[in-house]
């Protein structure tokens, strides 16, 4: 494995109509899950991904399997829970621009994740371990979970690769800022988002929020800034890296876990940490121009293509 990651995916049910969800007849299904996600940019890229977690023994866990195995993702680490249910929610549209999200996932199979399930041999042969911090806020096992993960690659030299993405509605704001500092610290690399820094730290300017980060002991930190790019601060130096412009945004959900699975592509080809950058942001600008966590994904060509803007006809014939 290129990467391997650990987390929850859950199945998505979305309203197709607007308005509040007990006027709603209709929904869409869709697989929707932060690890998953950056596993299968990996893969759409054309690395070698594998995704550990634990499903419920029931029909949406035999999906989510199905679906990101058919994406090229390694799953031999999923564990099928026979007394626990997968994880599910909602999105409620109340207007074209405003949507709720509503998650029935305490006590799912994903939050009964323990280190037991992991096999230190299987982390042990990838360049990279991806962890976020959703998973240590699910339950105490899987925070003990993702520590016992980071443990087994800092002792095979497998490098950390930590975004925060918070959920504040999963823990306390104190040991959410807690945990978030704690597993900065461990990583090697820290992916955050302008808001989480600010959450964590303070307001503050890129250059002092991605400092603070860097100070806690990671090698490299890459603070995401949206629409605005990424800046990065490293052993190798710092710097804005630019973003790409996208004339509408469709969906925003999922780009920064095609912001990651850019970065770390550029990371596995060898790519200086900016030109890595650079990769991650073009990967989620393509993100926001389609519906869905995983749809705008590229593959490796259209991913080149996007970056160099390359003139081509609107149809491919």
């Not at 109340?94 to 280190?115: C, Q, V």
């Not at 520590?147 to 930590?162: E, Q, S, T, W």
Request: hydrophobic share 40%; with cysteine.
């Amino acid at each position: 494995m290129d990467v391997i990651t650990l987390g929850e995916t859950m199945v998505l049910f979305t309203a197709k109509t607007s308005g509040l969800m007990r006027y709603a007849g209709d929904f869409s299904s869709k697989i929707a899950g932060a690890e998953s996600n950056v596993a299968i940019g990996l893969a759409r890229l054309g690395h070698q991904a594998g995704w550990i977690s634990r499903l419920g023994n029931d029909e949406f866990g035999e999906r989510i399997q199905s679906f990101i195995r058919g994406e090229g993702v390694d799953v031999s680490q999923v564990t099928f829970d026979e007394t626990a249910a997968t994880g599910l929610y909602f999105k409620e549209k109340l207007t074209p621009s405003e949507f709720r999200l509503k998650y029935y996932r305490r006590d799912s199979a994903a939050s009964r994740m323990s280190a037991s399930d992991l096999d230190e041999s299987y982390i042990s042969g990838a360049q990279f371990l991806h962890v976020t911090g959703i998973t240590p806020a699910l339950s105490e096992h899987c925070y003990e979970t993702v520590l016992a993960a980071i443990d087994y690659a800092k002792r095979n030299n497998v490098k950390v690769v930590f975004d925060p993405n918070l959920r504040r509605k999963l823990w306390s704001e104190d040991r959410a800022r807690s945990v978030l500092r704690e597993l900065s610290a461990q990583a090697d690399i820290v992916l955050p988002g302008i808001d989480e820094a600010e959450f964590i730290f303070g307001k503050s300017t890129p250059e002092t929020l991605a400092k603070s980060f860097y100070d806690l002991g990671p090698a490299t930190v890459i603070l995401k800034l949206g629409k605005a790019g990424a800046y990065v601060y490293s052993n190798d130096g710092k710097g804005f890296v630019e973003g790409f412009p996208v004339e509408q945004v469709v969906d925003p959900v999922g780009a920064g876990d095609g912001f990651a699975a850019g970065c770390l592509s550029g990371l596995i080809d060898g790519i200086d940490v900016r030109e890595a950058v650079r990769r991650g942001n073009a990967v989620g600008a393509m993100v926001t121009m389609a519906d869905g966590d995983v749809e705008g994904l590229p593959e490796r060509d259209r991913l080149i293509g996007f970056i160099n803007q390359t003139d081509k006809d609107d149809v491919e014939r």
